[in-house]
C-alpha cells in the first residue's frame, strides 16, 4: 500500500472513529455519511481502535479539517483556528463545535499560571460551558462580556457565565445589565455604576475572548431576547447589518454599524483583537456573512467552525 492510501485509510478510520465516539452515531448513520456499506464502516471504528487512535478524544486530526484550518489561517491571519468535520444535522454540527470550543476552555482553565477568560454568550457557547467537566481552577477569572439580564429582569436564556460557575472554582464576574438598554440614558446609568467598574476593567484586560455570532435576519437572537423590536431590525439591516457579536451590530466590512440601537449596546466594547486571542465560534450559512465580516475588520483572530462553513468563509 502506498503511503497516500495508508494515510487515506486511516484518515477515514479517523473520521468514523469520531463519528462513532464523539458524535455518538450508529454504524449504519456512519456508512451514510462517509458512503460506505455498514460493514466498512464497523471495520473502519475497529481499524482506529486498534491503531490507538481512539482514547478520551480522536488522536488523529482529519486531514480535510486540518488543511481547511491552515487555509483560513493563512488567508485571515488567525492566530488559531480548528475545523471539525460537518455533520448532516444543524444541532450535531452545532454540537461537535461546541464540544471543540470546550475543550479550548478546558485547556485554558487547565494552565497553571493565572489567566482572565472573556466569555460571550449563545446556545453554542451554552453547550461548550455545559460539556466541561469539573475543574479546579481557582487561580484564574472569568469574566462576562456582554449583559447576562433579559429584558423582563429575568436571567437571559443562553447566559453562559452562571453555567460556568457551576463547573469551576475560577472566581466569575458577571455583567448584571441586559444586552441592550431600552435608551441611551438607561445605557450610561446601567453602566456607570462603579459595582461594575472591575468587570468592565477585566473585560478590557482578558488575555482571552470566546464569543458568539449572531445574525441579522428574522431570527435574530437580539430581536426573538427581546432587546431590539422588528422596526430597530429592519432599520439596521437597511443600514447594511450582517450580523452581530456581543448585540454590536456589524456591517459587511466589519465596522459598526451607525445606528440608535449601536449606542444602546451596554457589552465590552468591541475592538480590533490585537494582543488577545478573541475566538469566535460559529457554523452554519447563516453564519457565513457575519464570520466574513468579523474577519474583515479583524475584530476576531481565532475560529472554531465545521467544514462546510470554513469552505464558504475561503469561497467568500
Partial sequence: MTDDRAAKKLDDAARAAWLSFVAGR???????????????????VSQAVASGLVKVRIDHPISRCLDLAHALGDTFGLRECEVVP???????????????????????LSRPDPMVLGLGTGRTLRIAVEHLPRLDCAQHRIVSL??????????AYYNVLFTMTEKVTAQTYPLPVPVIAASEDERAALTGQAMLANTRALAAAA?????GVGVMTDTAPVLQDGFIGA??????????????????????????????????????????????VVLAAAHGPEKVAGLSAALRGGLVNGLVTDEDTATALLGR
Fill in 207 to 211: 488575555d482571552m475572548w470566546v464569543v
Fill in 26 to 44: 450508529t454504524q449504519d448513520e456512519i456508512a451514510r455519511l462517509m458512503g460506505v456499506s455498514r460493514q466498512s464502516a464497523q471495520r473502519l
Fill in 86 to 108: 460537518a455533520l448532516g444535522a444543524n444541532e450535531d454540527t452545532r454540537r461537535a463545535v461546541s464540544f471543540a470550543v470546550g475543550d479550548r476552555i478546558e485547556a485554558l
Fill in 146 to 155: 456582554t449583559g447576562n439580564i433579559a429584558p423582563d429582569g429575568s436571567t
Fill in 231 to 276: 422596526e430597530d431590525l429592519a432599520r439596521l439591516r437597511g443600514k447594511g447589518a450582517v450580523a452581530e457579536i456581543l448585540g454590536w451590530p456589524l456591517a459587511a466590512d466589519g465596522t459598526l454599524v451607525a445606528d440608535p440601537v449601536t449606542a444602546r449596546v451596554c457589552s465590552a466594547p468591541l475592538d480590533p483583537a490585537g494582543n488577545r
